[in-house]
């Protein structure tokens, strides 16, 4: 049985990758406190990914919880960058574009998900009937 990962998944484990590499080369006073942090986020914000794709209820607590996971990695990344951790200033621009297109697939799964807008589908129930005038409808409105 094949099946497809879905592209926040895979975002998920490249950014993981790609912090792996960086974290490794942050200074030493870095490397094992704020990028042993750095990398326990990453590996949360995938996990969770793979938990909410693998979600079979529906529900909005998955995505949630990626959701705040993928925040307070993006807090986490810019105090890296803001004790200079990093080597240089691009790969500390390379990651944040990731982490923020990883939160914009989020969000767009959430807005999917939750389809409450204009574009909503309504459930079967609530739509109207395909004929919208009928004798029965218009001898019931007349007195």
Same mark, same amino acid.
């Given at each position: 049985?094949?099946? +497809?990962?879905? %592209?926040?998944? /895979?975002?998920?484990?490249?950014?993981?990758?790609?912090?792996?590499?960086?974290? =490794?080369?942050?200074?030493?006073?870095?490397?094992? +406190?704020?990028?042993?942090?750095?990398?326990?986020?990453?590996?949360?914000?995938?996990?969770?990914?793979?938990?909410?794709?693998?979600?079979? +209820? %529906?529900?909005?607590?998955?995505?949630?919880?990626? =959701?705040?996971?993928?925040?307070?990695?993006?807090?986490?990344?810019?105090?890296?960058?803001?004790?200079?951790?990093?080597?240089?200033?691009?790969?500390?621009?390379?990651?944040?574009? =990731?982490?923020?297109?990883? %939160?914009?697939?989020? %969000?767009?799964?959430? /807005?999917?998900? =939750?389809? /409450?807008?204009?574009?909503?589908?309504?459930?079967?129930?609530?739509?109207?009937?395909?004929?919208?005038?009928?004798?029965?409808?218009?001898?019931?409105?007349?007195?």
């Amino acid at each position: 049985m094949a099946y +497809t990962i879905p %592209g926040i998944v /895979k975002a998920a484990e490249r950014f993981m990758a790609d912090l792996e590499i960086a974290a =490794s080369r942050f200074p030493r006073a870095h490397r094992y +406190t704020l990028g042993s942090d750095l990398r326990h986020q990453a590996m949360e914000v995938t996990r969770l990914a793979h938990r909410a794709w693998r979600d079979r +209820t %529906g529900t909005m607590a998955p995505l949630d919880a990626l =959701s705040d996971a993928i925040d307070d990695l993006k807090l986490r990344l810019q105090l890296a960058s803001q004790v200079r951790a990093f080597v240089s200033f691009a790969q500390f621009e390379a990651l944040a574009r =990731s982490i923020s297109a990883l %939160g914009r697939q989020c %969000g767009g799964w959430r /807005k999917q998900r =939750s389809a /409450k807008g204009q574009n909503a589908r309504p459930s079967a129930a609530a739509q109207r009937p395909p004929i919208l005038s009928s004798r029965a409808a218009s001898s019931e409105a007349i007195p």
